[in-house]
């Protein structure tokens, strides 16, 4: 299973940016997709993430992040508005997904996709 992150760039404040990733592989269920964040010198943190139709946001980013996912093609998105210089940062898709299979759940991991955000 591969997870595939696009979308990343330089945007100056207050702009909008919109990030995708797409998983492959043998995939049996793809329970949760997401995203979280890790800026320089900081730990990797939430972002946003979806079961089903329920997401859940980091609240740094509710109200200006918008996550949605497309089960039939098995893609995450997120719509980024209202960018500041704090959501600088390497974006990481991640997944839970259940492979082909088996019956086990595994947690999955992008590269990242760099944001820069200047003031």
């Known amino acids: 299973v591969q997870l595939q992150a696009s979308g990343g760039g330089s945007v100056q404040a207050g702009g909008s940016l919109r990030l995708s990733c797409a998983a492959s592989g043998s995939i049996g269920r793809l329970n949760v997709m997401g995203w979280y964040r890790q800026a320089p010198g900081k730990q990797r943190e939430l972002v946003a993430i979806?079961?089903?139709?329920?997401?859940v946001y980091a609240d740094s980013v509710k109200g200006r992040f918008t996550i949605s996912r497309d089960s039939a093609k098995n893609m995450v998105f997120l719509q980024m508005n209202s960018l500041n210089p704090e959501d600088t940062a390497a974006y990481y898709c991640?997944?839970?997904?259940?492979?082909?299979?088996?019956?086990?759940?595994?947690?999955?991991w992008g590269q990242g996709t760099l944001v820069t955000v200047s003031s």
């Open positions: 979806i079961s089903s139709d329920n997401p």
């Open positions: 991640y997944a839970i997904i259940i492979p082909r299979g088996s019956s086990a759940t595994f947690q999955y």
